[in-house]
């Protein structure tokens, strides 16, 4: 039995776009002194690793080092931790734990928090699954976390609306068509993600990202579904919606309005905050009053970040280039905002395959898309 500290050990932690895959054994490693990084967030030269006990979250102030000393009890029953690197922060959820007396060594299996409420029920299928390509596409892993989150109606099922001008109609199927375009672009489809390994006790970041050609790709064709500026955007067929819904006989408004409503506040709600962040706080534990516990990417606003990359780089070179070369100036925080906005623009995505499958519901057999 060694008399020394016990050591985490450090293989691999990946977090992917797709479908979930096996999580390798994760640690808590010793960290270096924290400081504050240009954008007032946190930052940490190594990962720091919070453990937040069974019964109530760390009380812990926020980046403090931690050293572990040999069996610790704290980390005997931990459920909960938290990594900090750089701009990162991910809450994971601890599976297993285990202590090598003969090596000194403690060995936690972790995943993201968010990953572990799958296998979630599904209540209806993944719209337009049908488009997808590949394997692993991940559809039906996205609207398991978007079924958690948010608990949204069959869009298939939505009320035909009589009332639909031939100009409404035509709104409706440009949006239609174009998600049903995005619906089979790699960028959708491929794994992505990045891995956090050690190697010799220095840690290392991996990304697993789209090619140029198709993240620049898919950002242009989700642009049309997402701008307000777009003439077939989520807005412009969401208001061609209630209007059609408001030319109806009253009592046959609400079933329709109400429906529009609930998938218009889950959009919002996506623009705010990325689905994993929300769908962590859910999971998680509640915390206590007075405790700053920041989800994991909670630090991410799915809007601006969209924004920055878009008129950063990605389609135009303006007014965002200071700000996203500053996003992407270490190797680390860049794999954490390029993975950050694939998520932002597939979740809402998946969104947007499923108000297209309720626009085609809308218009009946007058859709012929």
Known sequence: MTDGPIHHVFSVLSIFLGAPRRLLSVPTL???????????ERSARRPVAKRMPIEEWSTMPPNSPIQIRKRPARWDDAAITRIEWGDINMVLKVTGNRVNLLTGTRTLNLVPYEDSIHSYPLAFDPPLIEHAVGNHNGFAHHWEKLNYAFALPNPDEFPNLSTLTDDDKAVLRRFITVCRQL????????DSGINIKSSNGKPEIELKFPTPEAFGGTALAFRQLHSQEESA????????LMKAIKLLPESERDAGKSI???WAKARGKLMNRLLQSMVCEMAARPVPPGQNIVMSYGNVNPQKLILTFNYGGTIHFSHEKEKLSALLENERNAAYYKHAVLLAITNL?????????????????????
């Open 260 to 262: 529009v409503v609930q």
């Open 233 to 240: 955007s989520f807005d412009r067929v969401k208001s061609r």
């Open 183 to 190: 619906a089979g672009y790699s960028a959708i489809n491929n």
């Open 30 to 40: 010793h960290t270096g002194s924290s400081r504050s990084n240009k954008w007032g």
């Open 349 to 369: 995505s998946h969104l947007y395959f499923g108000f297209a499958v309720l626009a085609e519901a809308a218009m009946g057999s007058s859709a012929d898309v």
